[in-house]
């Protein structure tokens, strides 16, 4: 297992910057697969970008709605995971939440059936605008 926490999260008005943080209580690098997702009131938790464990900076697998607007990173030297959100807007408005799959058990982290067992408790976005 490992704990996860974010942070970073805040209020900021549309057109604005945020760096979400997630320290994680093991090494990053031995993490097979790691990802932000968000989730807004009465919606579906969405994931944001997964990134697998040899990578260190961005995905191919952004959800459309965020795509070149938000990267993915890593510090493998600081364990902890980032995710860099610019000009946000009120659809950005959720909790952020990071999650972990240590060990691959036959699903690729890029799979949006990948079943992620480690959970931050989330960090508040409110954008407005």
């Known amino acids: 297992q490992v704990e996860l926490v974010e942070s970073g999260g805040g209020s900021v008005q549309a057109g604005g910057s945020l760096r979400l943080s997630c320290a994680a209580s093991?090494?990053?690098?031995?993490?097979?697969?790691m990802a932000w997702f968000r989730q807004s009131p009465g919606k579906q938790r969405q994931r944001v970008a997964p990134?697998?464990?040899?990578?260190?900076?961005?995905?191919?697998y952004y959800t459309d709605s965020v795509k070149g607007r938000f990267t993915i990173s890593k510090a493998n030297d600081k364990n902890t995971l980032y995710l860099d959100m610019n000009s946000l807007g009120p659809e950005d408005t959720a909790t952020y939440y990071c999650?972990?799959?240590?060990?691959?058990?036959?699903?690729?982290?890029?799979?949006?059936?990948?079943?992620?067992?480690?959970w931050g408790q989330g960090t508040q976005v409110t954008v407005s605008s």
């Open positions: 999650a972990a799959v240590l060990l691959y058990r036959g699903r690729d982290c890029t799979s949006t059936e990948i079943a992620f067992d480690n």
């Open positions: 990134i697998r464990r040899f990578r260190t900076y961005g995905s191919t």
């Open positions: 093991r090494s990053t690098d031995s993490i097979y697969c």
